[in-house]
């Protein structure tokens, strides 16, 4: 794969911490010492830096059992960008459900997390503490943003609050939505309706949306969808296209003891260059660049597939 010419935008490894920002971790657990024994495995970055000229940030871990009993994850912030905070299932009976319990804050409120959930968090938006409470099966989970770079206004980790720390349009809501809060309408658990096309060689795939954003969605959001292929042979985005906007895909493997294998091959077109696929992968996917179709093949160990753009609205060039 590495004489390939699109070989340099498909990821397979995490980015490390620089030495500055270990110290500056380990200054901030001083001060916020945290009593959990929840783990979480480090498993994806994508940025500028990972791959030359992707407009896309996104950081994976994966969470295994455990409970948090005192402390807390992060720290309140704000970003000029709009930005998604997502868990997701590996429950195959129920993959709307977490069996976990995760505590945010969003502006002033807090929220707890139970079911698999893109949290839209439009730029301005102070958000956090984020806590992982509870988690009593494996739980997928990342934070992405239509940016090149992650960056952020907080209080501690090097990020000195300026004197106007975040320009941005971002109004809070007066009113209380359905769940009887203002900020509850931006956290995602359903799907949008979505017309599949038919199914390409043999049907042998158990598969399973879980749960989409959009700006129908979540009025601003970018576009994200996540689909679980728990076994067998299928093929997704049968047709080759491409886009006007910048795509990010990934390919996940979920087995606990080798969560970088995949467990079987996915294979994706990209430009006139076929890649094969054995390793958990982010793919950027620039604006134009013909891709697809995504073909998974004999898989033994369900595997997440997801597609991120920075588009308000999911469309395709014929």
């Known amino acids: ?181 203002r900020y509850g309408r931006y956290i995602v658990t359903g799907l949008k309706p979505k017309e599949l096309p038919p199914r390409q060689g043999p049907p042998t795939a158990e598969t399973a949306r879980v749960v989409s954003l959009d700006n129908d969605m979540s009025p601003g959001a970018f576009y994200a969808e996540f689909v679980w292929v728990w076994s067998g042979t299928t093929t997704m985005a049968p047709d080759g296209h491409a886009h006007q906007w910048d795509e990010l895909i990934g390919i996940i493997g979920s087995d606990r003891e080798n969560p970088r294998e995949l467990g079987g091959e996915v294979s994706i077109i990209l430009g006139d260059e076929k890649h094969t696929l054995t390793q958990s992968s982010l793919i950027f996917v620039p604006g134009g660049l013909f891709h697809c179709p995504l073909e998974f093949k004999n898989i033994e160990k369900p595997v997440l597939c997801f597609t991120v753009g920075n588009t308000t609205e999911y469309t395709i060039i014929k």
């Open 1 to 181: 794969m590495t004489d390939l010419k699109y070989a340099g935008n498909i990821v397979t490894e995490t980015r490390e911490y620089t030495p500055e920002e270990v110290k500056m971790l380990e200054e901030f657990r001083k001060t916020h010492p945290v009593e959990s024994t929840i783990k979480a495995h480090r498993l994806l970055w994508m940025d500028n830096n990972m791959v030359k000229g992707a407009s896309m940030y996104m950081e994976c871990l994966w969470l295994w059992e455990g409970k948090t009993t005192s402390g807390t994850t992060e720290e309140p912030h704000v970003h000029e960008f709009d930005e998604v905070i997502g868990f997701i299932s590996t429950d195959k009976a129920n993959p709307g459900e977490l069996d976990a319990r995760m505590e945010i804050i969003l502006g002033d409120e807090t929220h707890y997390l139970t079911k698999s959930c893109l949290v839209h968090v439009p730029g301005g938006m102070k958000h956090c503490p984020l806590t992982f409470r509870e988690v009593n099966r494996p739980v997928f989970f990342f934070t992405l943003a239509p940016v090149s770079t992650y960056g952020r206004t907080s209080d501690h980790l090097g990020n000195k609050p300026k004197a106007d720390p975040v320009k941005a349009n971002f109004v809070p809501p007066e009113k209380p939505d359905a769940s009887g809060t």
